[in-house]
């Protein structure tokens, strides 16, 4: 089993930068492939990134290209998603999920509770 939780959400100003954490126990956290998705209000849960066990393979929606960046910490179990140059239309629920296949959140198994990002214009 792997729990996961996320931190680091808030309320920014447009073109600003806040950075998600992603905090993973259990002992196959290591081998697993990381993502971050997210949800705005009324919308499906979209894809936002991902990162392969190794930390050497990301992807990246094309709406976030540029500025934002996947990364992990494999000693603290943590998964980072640093968000730069934010646009309101950034704005959403923001979710990492842990063991799947990206873009297809449906194959991610493991999830957190979400942390919301409130970009303001």
């Known amino acids: 089993q792997v729990q996961v939780v996320e931190s680091g959400g808030g309320l920014v100003q447009a073109g600003g930068s806040l950075k998600l954490s992603c905090a993973a126990s259990g002992r196959t956290f290591g081998i697993l492939p990381m993502a971050w998705f997210r949800q705005a209000p009324g919308k499906d849960r979209d894809f936002v990134a991902s990162i392969n066990w190794s930390g050497s393979n990301t992807n990246y929606a094309d709406s976030v290209k540029g500025r934002f960046t996947i990364s992990r910490d494999g000693a603290k179990n943590a998964v980072y998603l640093q968000m730069n140059s934010l646009k309101p239309e950034d704005t959403a629920d923001y979710y990492c999920?842990?063991?799947?296949?990206?873009?297809?959140?449906?194959?991610?198994?493991?999830w957190g509770q979400g942390t919301q990002v409130t970009v303001s214009s």
């Open positions: 999920a842990a063991g799947g296949s990206p873009p297809n959140a449906k194959a991610y198994p493991y």
